[in-house]
Every structure is written in C-alpha cells, then in structure tokens.
C-alpha cells in the first residue's frame, strides 16, 4: 500500500492535536509526519504513534517533501500558507473558512458529496463544524424526502475556539465559584452560566458569519442553492461537542419513525433515540466520537411534512479533524494521491 | 387604598422567595403578609419590608383570613391546596401546571390577555416560564402581522427547576473543576457543560410535557388554535433566565425595523439590539430584571415574511413571580378584588 508525507499546520492547536490523533486512530497510511505551527512552537514535541516528533515551522519550503497537508491554524494562516504549500506539490485540506465558497475549491463531506474532492486544484476545504453535523444527518433525509427548509439553533461549544476558549470558560467558572470577577477575553461576553447568540463576526444582513456558513455551504455541497434555511448560532457553556435543534420540511410527506430507520443505515450518523430511557445525544457525553448523532426525531405538527431533530457531534472530531482526514481518505479511495 | 391579605404558599422555594421579594418591591397593597410551605419549614423565618415573618403551614383553615394567595410549591400541592383556599374565600393565583390548560381557569400574562381574569372561579393560572417570555415579546407582532407559525428553541436555566436546580449545576461545576465523579439527581443526565434536549416528562407524542406547554397555553392565551408552534425545550447550564430563539412566520410582510419599534412601545418588552456594539440580552446579565428582552431581530430569508428574534428573561421574575404578582395587580384594576 502507497503511504504518504502529510504535514498538520497548527499542530499545537485543539484541531491540529485532534489531527494528529485522528490519523494514528484510523492507521492513516503516512510515511512521515510533519507537524508544523508558528515559529514560537518550533522545537517543541508532539507524539504520533508513540514517537516524539518535533514541531517544524509552517512556512515556506516547508511543504516540499509533503503529499497533503491538513491546515488548521486559522483563516490568515490559510491565506498566506495554502497557496506556497500548494505551488510546492502539496495537497492541502483547509479547515478555515478560507477558501470554503471559492468557486474553484471544493468543499467536501465523505459522507454527502465525495465526488468533489475529484475536481480540486490543489486546495479541498473543510466545511465549518455545525454545517457538516448538520449535513450528515440530513443527506439521507434530503435524498428521500427533499428539504424544502431548514430552521436551526445551535448550541456550540467553546472548544470551536480552540484551547483559549476552553480555558476561558474554566476561568470564568472557577471566578464564579469563587465569587470573583469575571473578565471576559475570547468572547466578548461572559460564557460561563450563559448563552451568547453570537459567534464569528456580524454581516450587514443582521446574521453571523457563523450562520451564513451553515446557509452557502449548505447550498454549495447539496448542489442546490432552493433549500431554504433560517440559523440561529448559539455558544453554550459547553466543553466540547455543538448540539443543533433541527426543523426540517420536506417536500415529501416525512414520519419519524421512517426517518429513525433512513439514519439507522446512514453513514456516519448514529441514532440515539429512546425517549422511553431518557436515551438522546449529549455534548458531555460524546467527546472523542465520530459518528454524528442524532434523537429525538419527532413529526413536526406545524407543518404538512416536517420532523424536529437534536444532533449531536464532537465539533473537533467530525466537525474539524476528523472530516479533514475522511478527506484524505476519500483523495486516496477516489485515486487521485 | 384599599389594603390585601396575601399568601404566599411554596414561601422557602425559589420563585415564592421571589415572590416576596416582587410584591415588596412593587409596593402592592399588603395588609398581611402570610408565608405558608410545608410543615417542615413551620416557624422558620422569611423577611418582608425589613420585618421578619414566621412561616406557617400550608394546610385547611390557613386561607380563611387571605384575600388572595400566590402558589408555588409544585403540581401536587395546587391540586390538593387550591380548592381548599378556594373554597375559604380567597382567591388562587397558581404558578404550577396544575390548572392552565382548565377550561375554567384563565391563564393569564397580563400584557397579553389581562382581560381573561375577569371569568376566573377561584383559581387564575400562571402560565410556563418559556411560554410567558416567548408571548411577552410576540403578542405585538401577532396583533399587527398575524403569526402564522413558531419554530422555538430554547436555552433554559436551571432555576426552572428551583433551587435544587441551582444546587445540582453549581455542585456538579464544582466536581468537575475537581476531577471528580458528577452524580446527577435532579436531572437525568450530567447539566455541567452539557445540554439537555428534555425539560419535564416525554408524552406519547415524542414531545416533552414543556414543549406541548408552549404549544397549548399559546392557543389558549392568543384564543387562537391556528397558530402553528414547533418547540424543542432545552436545559442549558445558565442559573438563571432563559433565553429563546424564535422564528416567526405572519401573514403580512414584517420587517425587523418596523417590529424593532413596535417592541421598542410593546408593554413589558425591553430592545437591546445593536449588533454594532455586540448588544443583544444575555441570561448571564439579566438576572433580577423585570422586562422581556428581545434582540437579534432581524428577516428571515427562508420565507416571505419571517423574522428570527433572540428573548430572554428571569424566569424566576417575569417566568413566574412577577407575571402571578402582575395577575394580582391585574384584579384590583379590573376591581374584581
């Protein structure tokens, strides 16, 4: 079997340490490794496959004895990185938001549209953490009833801002416990006890960058720019794993229990649904998962065809790294490395 | 002025202490002050107005010298109590779900249907936090766009479930910090840095006891049975007030500016919504507050005429002490007390 030189940009980072993991998790098939992260990390050691391996520095040059490399070290990284890396023979699969609604770059979930990745020009986008949860469990339901719309609400963790946002809400929760001040840094608001209906920047239409990324890339990997879709994104005090509260209506008529059994056979989703045990998906509890998740699937009364769903899934895992890998897996499955 | 006797049955108990604290604070008419819970909490003290208060027991025969008495100690103990204070000349504002959806009980939200007190039998119902916030905010746009259906999600505290409630997430928070095991009791799963898609107990429906609150105590308040409501009710770890994100759908083109202003002169409502400054309401800054708060506003481009909007409020205030002192208020302007 062909193995392959990958390099993890951010190495140091949640995403880039989920990376790295997730490669040794899966066997990924590597002949070397690279970790890479800005000149401040350089030297320092990560682990793969119980080897000490030493953090390089992500910068030109870097990429020439790579065949992928997985970036994860934020949008201006990606910017400046992909390119060089790119123009020196490498693959790269971004996970910023880069290059996510460029027209020449594919944005790619294994599990809905795998056939992008065969039209890339070098740079394959990983799609944003609440769009590819959400997209994996309604492939199978767009692809039998057709979706009409979607309303969703998320519930997001801080780790979707990496390890700074996990120390902020221990901070603040450990400053509430402690009844001293809390003085928010990450966010621009209180996280701990709290729920802010704010992620990533506000757009002149009123809504996130958060919540368009869960509109247009909808649109660009269903192929079908008619679904309408209304998203409200939300951060919870939550360590890891974003929840979404799902609305969909379909064109076709839709029931919960068909829907259960459509996602019982559907890849990378797992149906956690017995409301008879107190049985659904939760964020503390699905840490380090793969599979996305998803229960309490119930007939939406308020519409002709329609269901509610909850779906759960680790935002580092299949929200970030792992789609990242599923990528490189797919280049290799579909020939192209 | 004439003067009132008031009870207050559930007196220890998070929304009763609230309900001390709400008729002192709005200076409502009291002659007597009569704390009542269960005989456990007998002579321990509560304090109204700088002066300290024993508590008495909540039993047949502690009605007969009160004009009206607030309740708040649980389904069980308005079942049982209710009648009897009905029946010993006093009338019954009730906070529990016990008697709302009672064709011979009004429930009320005095900036929406006040005039429903006026048919009451003894017992007036205090309807669901969730419910109350959501139609504080919505009764203006209804009344001008005529709502056609509610997609909610909500983003619930945990003093929803008193002050148990409370204990269990700031204990749990606790042990986390601590590496230690998180045990839960209250809730059916770990509410630390966790979201529960299950608030009160499931129906046959696969809805939750909450969610269908939402559903019938919308068309029982509205009189309208037409507005369609698709709820998911979601515990959060927030201690106090809830947060909502609701999309709206009406019959008339609605435009966020112009349902910006009507809740800028809607009763009850506060705006805070500049995303240019990342102002919008947030449970953490809310606590204590007497206003529904609404923010986020802005068009839905799912559907002709739609708006998403963010709301939060205490819901231990406007949720249930404040609206159930309001209902009282609402009786002596009505002269019905």
């Given at each position: 079997?062909?193995?392959?030189?990958?390099?993890?940009?951010?190495?140091?980072?949640?995403?880039?340490?989920?990376?790295?993991?997730?490669?040794?998790?899966?066997?990924?098939?590597?002949?070397?490794?690279?970790?890479?992260?800005?000149?401040?990390?350089?030297?320092?050691?990560?682990?793969?496959?119980?080897?000490?391996?030493?953090?390089?520095?992500?910068?030109?040059?870097?990429?020439?004895?790579?065949?992928?490399?997985?970036?994860?070290?934020?949008?201006?990284?990606?910017?400046?990185?992909?390119?060089?890396?790119?123009?020196?023979?490498?693959?790269?699969i971004d996970?910023?938001?880069?290059f996510r609604m460029d027209p020449k770059v594919p944005l790619v979930i294994p599990e809905v549209n795998p056939e992008d990745v065969t039209w890339h020009n070098?740079i394959i986008a990983n799609p944003n953490?609440?769009t590819i949860q959400m997209l994996v469990a309604l492939k199978p339901i767009h692809d039998k009833?057709t979706i009409?719309?979607?309303?969703?609400?998320?519930?997001?963790?801080?780790?979707?801002?990496?390890?700074?946002?996990?120390?902020?809400?221990?901070?603040?929760?450990?400053?509430?416990?402690?009844?001293?001040?809390?003085?928010?840094?990450?966010?621009?608001?209180?996280?701990?006890?709290?729920?802010?209906?704010?992620?990533?920047?506000?757009?002149?239409?009123?809504?996130?960058?958060?919540?368009?990324k869960m509109v247009n890339e909808t649109h660009k990997m269903f192929h079908n720019n008619d679904i309408?879709i209304?998203?409200?994104?939300?951060?919870?005090?939550?360590?890891?794993?974003?929840?979404?509260?799902?609305?969909?209506?379909?064109?076709?008529?839709?029931?919960?229990?068909?829907?259960?059994?459509?996602?019982?056979?559907a890849p990378g989703v797992?149906?956690?649904?017995?409301?008879?045990?107190?049985?659904?998906?939760?964020?503390?509890?699905?840490?380090?998962?793969?599979?996305v998740?998803?229960?309490?699937?119930?007939?939406?009364?308020?519409?002709?065809?329609?269901?509610?769903?909850?779906?759960?899934?680790?935002?580092?895992?299949k929200g970030?790294?792992l789609n990242a890998v599923q990528i490189a897996e797919t280049l290799?499955k579909y020939?192209i490395?």
């Amino acid at each position: 079997m062909k193995k392959y030189s990958v390099g993890v940009v951010g190495a140091m980072g949640a995403v880039g340490t989920e990376m790295l993991k997730t490669l040794e998790q899966r066997d990924f098939p590597i002949e070397k490794i690279k970790p890479l992260d800005i000149a401040e990390n350089r030297g320092k050691k990560v682990t793969y496959k119980g080897e000490e391996v030493e953090v390089e520095v992500a910068e030109k040059g870097a990429f020439k004895d790579l065949d992928i490399a997985l970036f994860s070290a934020g949008e201006g990284a990606s910017q400046n990185l992909a390119p060089v890396a790119v123009s020196e023979g490498c693959i790269v699969i971004d996970n910023s938001n880069a290059f996510r609604m460029d027209p020449k770059v594919p944005l790619v979930i294994p599990e809905v549209n795998p056939e992008d990745v065969t039209w890339h020009n070098g740079i394959i986008a990983n799609p944003n953490c609440s769009t590819i949860q959400m997209l994996v469990a309604l492939k199978p339901i767009h692809d039998k009833y057709t979706i009409k719309r979607i309303v969703v609400s998320t519930y997001q963790a801080v780790s979707g801002s990496g390890l700074p946002g996990i120390m902020e809400l221990e901070e603040q929760v450990k400053a509430y416990l402690e009844h001293k001040e809390i003085k928010p840094k990450v966010y621009p608001h209180q996280i701990a006890f709290n729920a802010l209906p704010h992620i990533d920047t506000f757009l002149d239409n009123a809504y996130t960058k958060e919540e368009m990324k869960m509109v247009n890339e909808t649109h660009k990997m269903f192929h079908n720019n008619d679904i309408k879709i209304s998203p409200t994104a939300v951060r919870v005090p939550v360590i890891r794993c974003h929840s979404e509260s799902i609305n969909v209506e379909t064109q076709k008529p839709i029931d919960a229990e068909d829907v259960r059994e459509l996602l019982n056979h559907a890849p990378g989703v797992k149906v956690l649904d017995d409301i008879s045990s107190n049985t659904y998906p939760l964020a503390a509890e699905l840490t380090g998962t793969d599979e996305v998740y998803v229960g309490r699937i119930r007939k939406d009364f308020s519409v002709e065809n329609g269901i509610n769903m909850w779906v759960v899934a680790d935002n580092l895992r299949k929200g970030a790294a792992l789609n990242a890998v599923q990528i490189a897996e797919t280049l290799i499955k579909y020939s192209i490395i």
